[in-house]
C-alpha cells in the first residue's frame, strides 16, 4: 500500500517546514508541495500537527531471564507497546550469562523477534567473556549485522568481565568499527556493599540507592572509558544517572576519548524519593544505577540542549510489582528484578517534560529521541530522519492532545505503571513502520511480524 501524508509541519533534527510525503514501497519516494494522490494510494491529512522520524529506543530489554525469572513482555506485546509510544525501531540488550554459548544466545534473541515483532529491531551483543572462542562467534555476530558490543562493569559473576578481558575485547571492537556500549559500576564494590546493608537489617527497596552510590558509578564510568581511550574504540554510556558520572564522560572527551552518553527517560522524570515510597511501593521504581536526586535532573535536560547527553532511551525492563518485585524481593533488595517499564511512555514523557515546558525544543527532541541512535548505531539515513530514500518510518503527532498514563490503558505486559495518573501532552496520533500504518488515530492497527530484523554495518573505525 502506498501512503500520502498531507500538511504535516514536518520536523526533524536539523529541519522544520509543511509539506506533504509520499511513501511507497517502504521508502520516502517524494517530499513537496500539494503533491497529486497516486491512484490507490491511503491519504492522511495531518494538517495541524508534526510529522516526526520514527523514533527508536536504543536500549531495551524484551526478552530478559533474572534470577529464575523472566520480563513480562514478549516481542508481541513489546513492539505493539513501542509503536503506541511512537518508536519505531527499538535495540534490545541481548545479555548472555559467563557459560553460555554466545553464538546459541545470538540464536535464541533472535527468535523471540522474528515472526513476531511489528517493529524493526536489532541488539547490542552482550560479551560476559573474552576468549579465542568468543573472539570468533563474536566475529560471526558482526558479520551477522550486529556492530555494538554490550558490557557489564556490575553483576559479580554473571556478566562482568576481567580487566583483561575488557581490555582485549575493546582492541577487537576498535579493529572491527564496533562501538562498546557499557553499564558502568563495579561488579565488586556493589557486591561487598549489598552484603553489608543486608547484614545490617537494610532489606528494603530504599537501601537499593546505598549499595550502589553515584561514586560507584563515577568510578566505573571511569574505568570504562580509560579503557576506551587506551585501545581507541568508541565507547557509549548506557544509563548514566548522577553527576558525577557526567563529569567523567566531559573529562575523557576533553582528552579525545569517543564517548556517548545515554540517558532514559526515568532518570528525568523520577527521583530516589521513589524508590523509598512505603508499604514496599518503592520497589516499583528499583532499576541500576539506581534513581539519582532530583537535583540531577537539570542537569540532564541542560545536557540535551547542549548536545553532551546524546539520546534518551528506556532501559525497558517489565516485571511484576506482585508476583515477581514482591514475591522475590519483599525481605531483600538485591532479589528485587530491577527495571522500570516505560517503552510506550519515552516519547509522550519526553514530549510533555520537556517540549511542553520548554526545557527542549522540537530539534533537540527528535535528535535525541530519533536521530542521534540512528547515527551512533549505524542505522542512518535509513532510520532516525525523513528525506527521500529513507524508510518511511513516520509519527504524526498530535500536541494538542492531553491524557493520562494508566496501566490499564497501556500494551506493556505489566501489572503497574510507574506513572500511573501522570498527565500527558500531546501523542503519537498515527505511526507507520516502512510505510504501513502501525498506530491509526491512536489505535493499533499493526501486524505481527512486520517488524525486520535491522543488519548494520560497522561504522566506528
Same mark, same amino acid.
Given at each position: ?278 508499604? &514496599? $511501593? %518503592?520497589? /516499583?521504581?528499583?532499576?541500576? !544505577? ?11 535536560? #541542560? +545536557? ?114 510507574? &506513572? $500511573? %495518573?501522570? /498527565?500527558?501532552?500531546?501523542? !503519537? ?11 491509526? #488515530? +491512536? ?19
Amino acid at each position: 500500500m502506498s501512503l500520502l501524508i498531507k500538511n504535516g509541519e514536518i520536523v526533524t533534527a536539523s529541519e522544520r517546514y509543511v509539506a506533504d510525503i509520499y511513501c511507497d514501497n517502504d521508502t520516502i519516494s517524494k517530499i513537496g508541495q500539494d503533491l497529486e494522490t497516486p491512484k490507490g494510494a491511503k491519504v492522511i491529512d495531518a494538517k495541524g500537527k508534526y510529522v516526526f522520524p520514527g523514533f527508536i529506543d536504543p536500549h531495551v530489554h524484551i526478552y530478559l531471564p533474572f534470577m529464575g525469572t523472566y520480563a513480562k513482555d514478549t516481542y508481541e506485546t513489546g513492539s505493539k507497546a513501542a509503536l503506541m509510544g511512537g518508536t519505531t525501531t527499538l535495540i534490545e540488550m541481548l545479555c548472555p550469562s559467563k557459560n553460555d554459548d554466545l553464538l546459541e544466545s545470538f540464536e535464541l534473541w533472535k527468535s523471540k523477534g522474528e515472526g513476531h515483532s511489528a517493529c524493526d529491531y536489532t541488539f547490542h551483543m552482550g560479551v560476559p567473556r573474552f576468549d579465542d572462542k568468543a573472539k570468533d562467534q563474536l566475529g560471526e555476530v558482526i558479520d551477522a549485522g550486529i556492530t555494538s558490543f554490550k558490557f557489564f562493569l556490575a553483576y559479580k559473576g554473571v556478566f562482568d568481565l576481567s580487566d583483561e578481558e575488557l581490555y582485549h575485547a575493546l582492541c577487537f571492537a576498535k579493529e572491527r568499527g564496533v562501538i562498546g556500549t557499557a553499564h558502568c559500576e563495579n561488579a565488586d564494590l556493589v557486591l561487598e556493599l549489598q552484603k553489608k546493608l543486608i547484614s545490617e537489617g537494610k532489606t528494603g527497596p530504599e537501601w537499593h540507592y546505598h549499595s550502589r552510590p553515584p561514586y560507584v558509578e563515577a568510578a566505573g564510568t571511569s574505568k570504562f572509558l580509560t579503557f576506551a581511550q587506551a585501545t581507541g574504540a568508541a565507547a557509549y554510556i548506557v544509563h548514566l544517572s548522577c553527576n558525577e558520572a557526567l563529569h567523567q564522560v566531559m573529562r575523557a572527551r576533553y582528552a579525545g576519548t569517543r564517548a556517548f552518553v545515554e540517558i532514559v527517560i526515568p532518570y528525568l522524570t523520577v527521583d530516589m524519593s521513589y524508590a523509598e515510597l512505603p508499604d &514496599f $511501593e %518503592g520497589a /516499583k521504581y528499583v532499576m541500576s !544505577p539506581p534513581l539519582r536526586h532530583k537535583s540531577n535532573q537539570e542537569l540532564f535536560w #541542560n +545536557g540535551l540542549r547542549q548536545g553532551f547527553v546524546h539520546t534518551v532511551a528506556t532501559d525497558h525492563a517489565p516485571f511484576d510489582f506482585v508476583d515477581q518485585k514482591t514475591k522475590m524481593g519483599k525481605d531483600d533488595f538485591t532479589k528485587i528484578p530491577n527495571g522500570i517499564p516505560s517503552i510506550e511512555e519515552r516519547v509522550k514523557l519526553l514530549y510533555s517534560h520537556g517540549v511542553a515546558e520548554g526545557k527542549i525544543d522540537l530539534h533537540t527532541f527528535v535528535d535525541c529521541a530519533s536521530t542521534q541512535a540512528a547515527k551512533i548505531f549505524g542505522l542512518f539515513p535509513r532510520k532516525g530522519t525523513i528525506q527521500l530514500g529513507s524508510d518511511a518510518d513516520l509519527v504524526i503527532y498530535d500536541p494538542d492532545y492531553e491524557g493520562v498514563i494508566s496501566q490499564k490503558t497501556h500494551s506493556m505486559n505489566v501489572d503497574y505503571s510507574a &506513572f $500511573e %495518573g501522570w /498527565k500527558i501532552k500531546g501523542r !503519537p496520533e498515527t505511526v507507520t513502520v516502512r510505510g504501513a500504518l502501525a498506530v491509526e #488515530n +491512536g489505535k493499533f492497527v499493526g501486524k505481527k511480524g512486520h517488524g525486520q530484523l535491522l543488519k548494520r554495518e560497522p561504522n566506528h573505525f
